[in-house]
């Protein structure tokens, strides 16, 4: 079991371009989150898929974030046109699906947009 | 809403003593679960221990236990016998146990350092 995989571990992105950050959840998981991490904010949830339905994206900024989960073996977190207030290390997680599972987090993908 | 809060920053304490970490958290909810997460120098986060708001005794995995303290929406995280590996964040977590509610709401962290 290699964990949650997250690539890139590391992106530098132009302020103004886009940016594709990939997650493939542990297999046998039904629930996959995404979390935003900054120094001022904390952990931030962005949202979640419950057996690859989108089921709260409460926490998405609405222009320019978007996320998908096309298969059970992989979701990914778009953001266009990133902006300097993006950078963050963002964070994907999977759990079985219970409400008292524990998530699995990755590694992160840590963005610096410049 | 629900909201965790952690006031401590950061705890220094010397080696192979014991450690609590506070928490606390609001919620409408009579049924909820309580997380404890660790996060490495790397930014690793680790799932350490879990308390279930049903259950009256404090949940226990080896060197971490926890006092929870339900009429005070309290749940401490004790470290006994600390170790230098111990040092890290700490986040605590909550998620309410209703429909839907599946997402975790994490408190700011507290920074553990244990010195030698």
């Known amino acids: 079991n290699a964990g949650v995989i997250q690539t890139p571990r590391h992106k530098v992105t132009g302020k103004g371009q886009e940016a594709t950050l990939w997650c493939e959840p542990i297999s046998g998981h039904s629930a996959v989150f995404w979390y935003r991490q900054t120094i001022v904010q904390g952990l931030e949830f962005l949202t979640y898929?419950?057996?690859?339905?989108?089921?709260?994206d409460s926490g998405m900024p609405k222009e320019r974030f978007s996320a998908q989960m096309p298969n059970q073996s992989h979701s990914t977190l778009k953001i266009q046109s990133t902006q300097p207030q993006d950078s963050a290390v963002y964070l994907c997680?999977?759990?079985?699906?219970?409400?008292?599972?524990?998530?699995?987090f990755g590694s992160g993908t840590r963005l610096l947009v410049i | 809403a629900q909201k965790v809060t952690q006031t401590q920053t950061s705890i220094s304490v010397m080696e192979k003593t014991t450690v609590t970490m506070d928490c606390v958290y609001e919620?409408?909810?009579?049924?909820?679960?309580l997380f404890w997460y660790k996060q490495t120098a790397s930014g690793e986060i680790v799932f350490l221990i879990r308390q279930d708001s049903y259950k009256k005794e404090n949940a226990t995995e080896g060197h971490y236990s926890l006092n929870f303290q339900k009429p005070k929406s309290s749940i401490g995280l004790i470290i006994t016998a600390t170790q230098i590996e111990d040092s890290a964040v700490y986040f605590c977590a909550m998620r309410e146990n209703t429909e839907g509610a599946d997402r975790l709401t994490f408190g700011k962290g507290t920074q553990l350092i244990i010195q030698p």
């Open positions: 997680a999977s759990s079985l699906g219970a409400r008292n599972s524990d998530y699995t």
């Open positions: 898929f419950r057996n690859q339905a989108p089921i709260d």
């Open positions: 919620t409408r909810d009579s049924s909820y679960f």
